[in-house]
C-alpha cells in the first residue's frame, strides 16, 4: 500500500457507495423493494449494497441510478467511477485462505482510516509486532495449524505494516497494558527484538506509544481490547471494532462509539506519556 491515500480502501469505497445509493433512492422516493426489483434482486439485496457489505454489479448501478432520476453524464460519470475503485482487487484477496471473511473486512476499513485509536491488554498489537514475534502469537491461538498456514497468516499482518509507510500516514494512538510487555511470547529474545522494535517505533512520527502501567487504572482492567477508527470521507461514521476468538462486532452507533472514544481518552491519561513509555520499554529491556 506504500504511497496510496488514506481511505483508498475498498471496503470504505464500498462503503460510501452504498451511503450514495441509498441518498439516491430516498431522495428519488423510491422504497427498497421497488429498487430491488428494478434490478431483478430482493429488498434485503438493495439494504446489503447500500451498507457496503456486498460488492456491486455495473449493470446493476447503471439501472438503479436511471430508476433514481440520475441522467447527467457528469453524475453517473461520479458514482460509476467510485464504483470501479470499490470493485477493485484488494491485496488480501491473494491470502483468502489464511485471512477469514470477518478480517478481511476490517483489513479494508484499516487500510482506509486517517486515524486508528486501540488498547491492547494481551499482546503487541498485529501493526507493531515483528515477524517472530507475530508468528508465536499466532502459532500460540492456532497450535494445530500447519506451518504453511502459520506463515500466510504472518505474511499478513507484516504487510498490514506497510500502513505506517502511507503518504499521508494515518495518525496511530496505540495503547499497550505492561503486561503484554512482561509476557515472553516465544521466549525471551523473541520478546527482546520486540521490545527494541518498540522502541524504534515509539519515534515514529505518525504514531503514539502509550503503557498502561501494571496496576492502572480500573478502567483499563474492564475495558478489554477495544479499535477506534475513523475515516476521512464524509459518508463514513466512526467505527468501534472489538475482535473475538472467531470472529469480531463492528459498532456505528453514535452514542456507542461516543463512549469507546471517551474511554479511550481515559485510558490515554491514565496511561504513561510516550516519554515515560520509552523509559520503561528501556527499563524492561535492562532488567534481562
Same mark, same amino acid.
Given at each position: 500500500?506504500?504511497? =496510496? =491515500? ?12 452504498? +451511503? ?6 430516498? %431522495? #428519488?422516493? @423510491? ?6 426489483? #428494478?434490478?431483478?434482486?430482493? &429488498?434485503?439485496?438493495? *439494504? ?13 448501478? %447503471?439501472?438503479?441510478?436511471?430508476? /433514481? ?5 457528469? *453524475? ?17 484477496? +491473494?491470502? !483468502? ?8 473486512? /476490517? ?48 505474511? @499478513? ?29 516465544? !521466549?525471551? &529474545? ?24 501494571? !496496576? ?5 482492567? $474492564? +475495558? ?5 477508527? *475513523? ?12 475482535? =473475538? ?12 462509539? %461516543?463512549? /469507546? ?25 535492562? $532488567?534481562?
Amino acid at each position: 500500500m506504500s504511497g =496510496q =491515500q488514506a481511505g483508498s480502501g475498498t471496503t470504505a469505497r464500498r462503503m460510501v457507495l452504498g +451511503s450514495r445509493l441509498r441518498r439516491l433512492r430516498e %431522495a #428519488s422516493g @423510491v422504497t427498497r423493494e421497488q429498487a430491488g426489483y #428494478s434490478i431483478r434482486a430482493s &429488498e434485503s439485496k438493495i *439494504s446489503r449494497m447500500e451498507l457496503g457489505r456486498v460488492g456491486f454489479k455495473a449493470r446493476d448501478v %447503471a439501472d438503479l441510478l436511471t430508476l /433514481y432520476g440520475v441522467h447527467e453524464d457528469d *453524475s453517473r460519470a461520479a458514482v460509476l467511477g467510485l464504483l470501479q475503485e470499490a470493485n477493485a482487487p484488494a491485496w488480501w484477496q +491473494s491470502y !483468502g485462505d489464511a485471512v477469514p471473511g470477518w478480517f478481511q473486512a /476490517y483489513l479494508g476499513l484499516e487500510e482506509a482510516a486517517c486515524t486508528i485509536g486501540s488498547y491492547e491488554l494481551q499482546f503487541v498489537p498485529g501493526l507493531l509486532q515483528t515477524e517472530e514475534y507475530a508468528r508465536a502469537v499466532i502459532r500460540l491461538g492456532n497450535p494445530a495449524t500447519p506451518a504453511a498456514e502459520i506463515d500466510r497468516r504472518v505474511a @499478513v499482518r507484516l504487510r498490514r505494516q506497510r500502513l505506517l509507510e502511507t503518504r499521508p500516514a494515518a495518525e496511530l494512538l496505540i495503547i499497550v497494558d505492561e503486561a503484554a510487555l512482561r509476557r515472553p511470547c516465544g !521466549g525471551p &529474545e523473541v520478546m527482546r527484538r520486540q521490545l527494541h522494535r518498540l522502541v524504534e517505533l515509539a519515534a515514529h512520527p505518525h504514531l503514539t506509544l502509550q503503557v498502561m502501567p501494571l !496496576g492502572g487504572g480500573g478502567l483499563a482492567a $474492564e +475495558s478489554g481490547s477495544f479499535t477506534v477508527l *475513523s475515516f476521512p470521507e464524509r459518508d463514513l461514521p466512526d467505527l468501534v471494532y472489538l475482535e =473475538q476468538f472467531t470472529g469480531a462486532l463492528y459498532l456505528d452507533r453514535p452514542a456507542e462509539v %461516543a463512549e /469507546y472514544a471517551a474511554a479511550l481518552e481515559r485510558l490515554r491519561a491514565e496511561s504513561l506519556t510516550p516519554e515515560r513509555t520509552a523509559a520503561l520499554l528501556h527499563t524492561i529491556l535492562q $532488567e534481562d
